[in-house]
């Protein structure tokens, strides 16, 4: 950006042309404080905060890296945060108890990009896991810069790790029969969860907090009233999920609103893979399954799209892929010269 069009808003500009990293500065009593921020908006809207303190008469800390607010002041206002705008806040409290441990005593200011990535590779294994802490930590950061706690977000500094998105995990039609063979043997009472996942490629937490009451047998769909971006949908029941849910019916001792007695199937699943001879297969993977058998089918992105309950297309993109035989019939049948 021209050194003219970074000097148009006063107290605001790059120490290193280029480098995308805004300062502002002003003054407290008199004195010239400089301060490090982010990004060019962030660093305009906190200028204007302390524009703003100033003049309504505020007692700006001499030194803000030294006003001593901790991790754990920041950490405890993003469990606020969550309650308030996430569906599922367990998650965020199972991955902030294990940044609290290391960070909660820290001086929120003095925490370096370079220690959160490095934190980062110590306790993470997977480029998606790193990314997710590393989304928790901007977010703790930027909740706690919109809010005046801090003056900048560490965790934008911190790169990405790549994420091979392309590569998806989904069952053959040979490893699907080993599968219903190794539940039907050893887990029959459970059958039904599989077929309907196979069936319907909801997410665990939405298929395991189903309620009857979202079961309407007679329309053939299923009513999610509540998806993971808080939009309401529904999916249609084809025979085989429709049979399953009514065995589950008549499987129930007692009336109840539950579908599904259990939280997740994680006692039993795992064990019925390795009978199965399956490797490298997760519960959330039969909902890759689902997507991926819709595409090889020819369905329209659109509609997979909508099943799915994805955001946007560029996600249901990654189920338009051909397992080895799809490929090798396309490619046969290509012309020959």
Not at 9 to 15: A, F, I, L, S, T
Not at 75 to 100: E, F, G, P, Q, W
Not at 301 to 312: E, N, P, R, Y
Not at 315 to 322: E, F, G, M, P, Q
Request: charged share 30%.
């Amino acid at each position: 950006m021209p050194r003219k069009e970074q000097s148009r808003v006063p107290g605001v500009w790059q120490k290193v042309p280029g480098s995308n990293v805004w300062w502002i500065r002003h003054r407290v009593d008199g004195k010239l404080k400089r301060e490090k921020v982010g990004r060019r908006g962030d660093a305009i809207a906190l200028y204007q905060q302390r524009k703003s303190a100033t003049r309504a008469g505020a007692k700006l800390p001499d030194n803000m890296r030294n006003a001593g607010v901790k991790f754990k002041e920041l950490a405890d206002a993003i469990l606020v945060y969550s309650a308030a705008h996430h569906r599922d806040t367990r998650i965020i409290k199972n991955r902030l108890s294990k940044l609290r441990a290391d960070f909660d005593e820290r001086k929120a200011d003095t925490v370096k990009p370079q220690e959160i990535d490095a934190w980062l590779t110590a306790n993470t294994k997977t480029p998606a896991t790193s990314n997710r802490y590393r989304a928790l930590f901007s977010l703790i950061y930027r909740e706690a810069l919109r809010n005046g706690k801090v003056t900048s977000n560490p965790a934008r500094l911190v790169r990405q790790r790549h994420e091979n998105n392309a590569v998806i995990g989904w069952l053959t039609d040979e490893e699907e029969m080993r599968l219903r063979k190794a539940i039907a043997e050893h887990y029959p009472e459970h059958m039904p969860e599989l077929v309907i996942a196979l069936g319907t490629g909801m997410r665990l937490t939405g298929q395991y907090r189903l309620l009857w009451e979202s079961v309407d047998f007679k329309r053939k769909e299923i009513r999610l009233p509540t998806t993971k971006d808080f939009s309401g949908r529904s999916i249609p029941m084809n025979s085989d999920v429709s049979s399953a849910f009514e065995q589950l019916r008549k499987q129930e001792s007692d009336e109840t609103d539950r579908v599904f007695p259990i939280n997740n199937p994680r006692k039993w699943f795992g064990r019925a893979l390795r009978l199965a001879g399956i490797t490298k297969f997760r519960w959330h993977d039969c909902r890759h399954t689902f997507r991926s058998r819709l595409a090889m089918r020819n369905v329209n992105l659109k509609v997979i799209q909508m099943s799915a309950g994805h955001k946007t297309i560029a996600i249901t993109a990654r189920y338009a892929h051909l397992d080895d035989a799809a490929l090798r019939a396309a490619v046969d049948g290509l012309p020959k010269h």
